[in-house]
Protein backbone atom coordinates (compact mmCIF):
# COMPACT_ATOMS: atom_id res chain seq x y z
CA UNK A 1 0.00 0.00 0.00
CA UNK A 2 1.33 3.82 -1.14
CA UNK A 3 -0.02 7.31 -0.67
CA UNK A 4 -0.29 8.52 -4.26
CA UNK A 5 0.28 12.62 -4.44
CA UNK A 6 -1.47 13.93 -7.79
CA UNK A 7 1.49 13.65 -9.95
CA UNK A 8 0.89 10.13 -9.82
CA UNK A 9 -2.25 10.21 -10.50
CA UNK A 10 -1.74 12.33 -13.31
CA UNK A 11 0.97 10.29 -14.92
CA UNK A 12 -1.00 7.17 -14.90
CA UNK A 13 -4.12 8.58 -16.43
CA UNK A 14 -2.15 11.35 -19.19
CA UNK A 15 -0.28 9.68 -21.50
CA UNK A 16 3.20 10.79 -21.25
CA UNK A 17 6.92 10.32 -21.00
CA UNK A 18 6.31 9.47 -17.32
CA UNK A 19 3.10 7.09 -17.80
CA UNK A 20 5.00 3.52 -18.06
CA UNK A 21 6.66 4.66 -14.86
CA UNK A 22 3.53 5.51 -12.97
CA UNK A 23 1.82 2.00 -14.47
CA UNK A 24 4.92 0.06 -13.37
CA UNK A 25 4.12 1.57 -9.48
CA UNK A 26 0.42 0.45 -10.42
CA UNK A 27 2.07 -3.01 -10.79
CA UNK A 28 3.91 -3.38 -8.13
CA UNK A 29 1.55 -2.13 -5.86
CA UNK A 30 -2.16 -1.33 -7.02
CA UNK A 31 -3.31 -0.51 -3.86
CA UNK A 32 -3.02 3.31 -3.87
CA UNK A 33 -4.57 5.82 -0.99
CA UNK A 34 -4.49 9.49 -0.76
CA UNK A 35 -6.65 12.52 0.89
CA UNK A 36 -9.33 13.63 -0.42
CA UNK A 37 -7.51 16.77 -2.01
CA UNK A 38 -6.29 14.52 -4.77
CA UNK A 39 -9.93 15.29 -6.27
CA UNK A 40 -9.39 18.89 -6.49
CA UNK A 41 -5.48 19.07 -7.45
CA UNK A 42 -6.62 16.06 -10.42
CA UNK A 43 -9.37 18.37 -11.63
CA UNK A 44 -6.49 21.32 -11.74
CA UNK A 45 -4.85 18.98 -13.53
CA UNK A 46 -7.36 17.90 -16.45
CA UNK A 47 -8.06 21.71 -16.36
CA UNK A 48 -4.10 22.72 -17.44
CA UNK A 49 -3.96 19.53 -19.52
CA UNK A 50 -7.51 21.55 -21.80
CA UNK A 51 -5.86 24.92 -21.69
CA UNK A 52 -2.50 23.90 -23.05
CA UNK A 53 -4.12 21.54 -25.45
CA UNK A 54 -2.67 18.08 -24.38
CA UNK A 55 -6.32 16.96 -23.77
CA UNK A 56 -9.94 18.11 -25.41
CA UNK A 57 -12.80 18.84 -22.72
CA UNK A 58 -14.55 15.76 -23.66
CA UNK A 59 -10.85 13.52 -22.67
CA UNK A 60 -10.70 15.34 -19.57
CA UNK A 61 -13.86 14.47 -18.71
CA UNK A 62 -13.34 10.75 -19.24
CA UNK A 63 -10.08 10.52 -17.83
CA UNK A 64 -12.05 12.48 -14.24
CA UNK A 65 -14.59 9.53 -14.38
CA UNK A 66 -11.81 7.12 -15.11
CA UNK A 67 -10.07 8.55 -12.01
CA UNK A 68 -12.84 8.35 -9.84
CA UNK A 69 -14.00 4.14 -11.06
CA UNK A 70 -10.43 3.40 -10.19
CA UNK A 71 -10.29 5.09 -6.56
CA UNK A 72 -13.89 4.93 -5.54
CA UNK A 73 -12.75 5.00 -1.59
CA UNK A 74 -8.91 5.69 -1.59
CA UNK A 75 -9.65 8.94 0.43
CA UNK A 76 -8.48 9.12 3.86
CA UNK A 77 -8.58 12.60 5.51
CA UNK A 78 -5.65 13.69 7.16
CA UNK A 79 -6.38 15.27 11.19
CA UNK A 80 -6.04 19.09 9.92
CA UNK A 81 -3.37 19.54 12.76
CA UNK A 82 -1.36 16.87 11.82
CA UNK A 83 -1.42 18.72 8.16
CA UNK A 84 -0.74 22.16 9.76
CA UNK A 85 2.43 20.70 11.54
CA UNK A 86 4.14 18.98 8.82
CA UNK A 87 3.81 21.85 6.43
CA UNK A 88 5.35 24.18 9.30
CA UNK A 89 7.80 21.61 10.38
CA UNK A 90 9.33 20.69 7.09
CA UNK A 91 8.85 23.97 5.10
CA UNK A 92 6.27 22.68 2.93
CA UNK A 93 2.69 23.70 1.46
CA UNK A 94 -0.32 22.58 3.53
CA UNK A 95 -1.58 20.90 0.19
CA UNK A 96 2.17 18.89 0.29
CA UNK A 97 1.37 18.44 3.92
CA UNK A 98 -1.89 16.44 3.47
CA UNK A 99 -0.16 13.47 1.42
CA UNK A 100 3.10 13.40 3.85
CA UNK A 101 0.75 13.04 6.82
CA UNK A 102 -0.95 10.27 5.62
CA UNK A 103 1.97 9.12 4.56
CA UNK A 104 3.46 9.47 8.02
CA UNK A 105 0.21 8.64 9.81
CA UNK A 106 -0.15 5.06 8.10
CA UNK A 107 3.44 4.44 8.01
CA UNK A 108 3.25 4.09 3.90
CA UNK A 109 5.62 5.68 1.51
CA UNK A 110 4.76 8.54 -0.28
CA UNK A 111 5.64 7.93 -3.91
CA UNK A 112 5.64 11.04 -5.91
CA UNK A 113 7.66 12.85 -8.77
CA UNK A 114 7.98 16.29 -6.81
CA UNK A 115 11.65 15.88 -6.43
CA UNK A 116 11.94 18.87 -3.92
CA UNK A 117 9.20 16.77 -1.38
CA UNK A 118 11.51 13.96 -1.83
CA UNK A 119 14.15 16.09 -0.64
CA UNK A 120 12.53 17.67 2.16
CA UNK A 121 10.60 14.30 3.31
CA UNK A 122 12.58 11.38 2.51
CA UNK A 123 12.13 9.95 5.41
CA UNK A 124 8.67 8.91 3.63
CA UNK A 125 8.72 10.40 0.04
CA UNK A 126 10.51 8.25 -2.94
CA UNK A 127 10.66 9.28 -6.23
CA UNK A 128 8.47 6.91 -8.41
CA UNK A 129 11.67 5.60 -9.82
CA UNK A 130 12.83 4.69 -6.72
CA UNK A 131 9.94 2.97 -5.71
CA UNK A 132 9.76 1.45 -9.29
CA UNK A 133 14.05 0.36 -8.35
CA UNK A 134 13.16 -0.99 -4.80
CA UNK A 135 10.26 -3.32 -6.15
CA UNK A 136 8.78 -3.54 -2.68
Not at 27 to 32: G, I, V
Not at 95 to 115: R, S
Amino acid sequence: MIIADTNLIGYLFIDGERTFAAEQVWELDPQWLMPPLWRSEFLNVLTTGVKAMVLTEQQAVVLWWKACELFPRNDQEPRGDEVLRTAIERGISAYDAHFIALAVDLGIPLVTADKDLVRRCSDVAVSIEQFVRSDP
